[in-house]
């Protein structure tokens, strides 16, 4: 059979706490569980995260934070509301461009997060896990990403709205359909929606 995806189910604890498994991609597991935790409203930065050790078969994560992930009832609530930002145009009009070549074919779901001059991506089998690999790499770089731009070339459904505005991402580039309540909750996020047709270039 052709086009068979690597994959892999990830056990992990939070605080000792036994977590559900995550069905993804393998590699780079410790950038995948800090932008869990983080896009997961866990804890409400990378400082919070003392600690993401292997050992044998399971991670185990420590924090300063929670012992499990707020489920997406509980995080709608804890989004702070604020203006939309205005379009970072350049920025996006980069993206837009890179989100079109990636991964054609291939299966995977990508994710490019461009915050403090540098895209970081994250390429997953699972869409929500290609954006916490994204996030996850930045903040493990130092970069915050407040503003930032982040495209994905999978659909744009509530939930993944979500994860983004938990870190404050000001503008979201799709490729793909948007779910209507994603469109209702990046009105009163401050969240500005976009194809990225809107800004590529010909």
């Not at 930045?138 to 407040?146: I, K, L, Q, S, T």
Request: proline share 4%.
């Amino acid at each position: 059979m052709k086009g068979i995806m690597d994959e892999q189910l990830l056990f992990w604890q939070l605080n000792g706490r036994r977590q559900a498994p995550l069905d993804c991609s393998p590699g780079e597991d410790e950038n995948l569980l800090t932008g869990l935790l983080l896009t997961g409203m866990a804890v409400p930065d990378p400082g919070k995260i003392r600690s993401i050790v292997r050992n044998g078969d399971t991670w185990e994560v420590r924090t300063d934070g929670r012992d499990e992930l707020p489920d997406l009832a509980r995080r709608l609530g804890m989004i702070p509301s604020r203006a939309v930002c205005s379009p970072a145009t350049e920025e996006a009009a980069y993206l837009a461009g890179l989100i079109r070549e990636c991964g054609k074919g291939d299966g995977l779901h990508t994710a490019l997060l461009l915050c403090g001059g540098t895209v970081f991506r994250g390429r997953d089998i699972a869409r929500h896990s290609a954006l916490d690999r994204a996030v996850g790499k930045a903040a493990r770089a130092g970069a915050r990403p407040e503003g930032a731009v982040l495209a994905i070339s999978g659909r744009l459904s509530l939930e993944m709205l979500a994860k983004a505005a938990a870190v404050g991402v000001g503008t979201v580039l799709t490729g793909k359909q948007a779910g209507r309540m994603a469109m209702e909750y990046a009105d009163k996020w401050g969240v500005l929606l976009a194809d990225p047709c809107t800004w590529i270039k010909e």
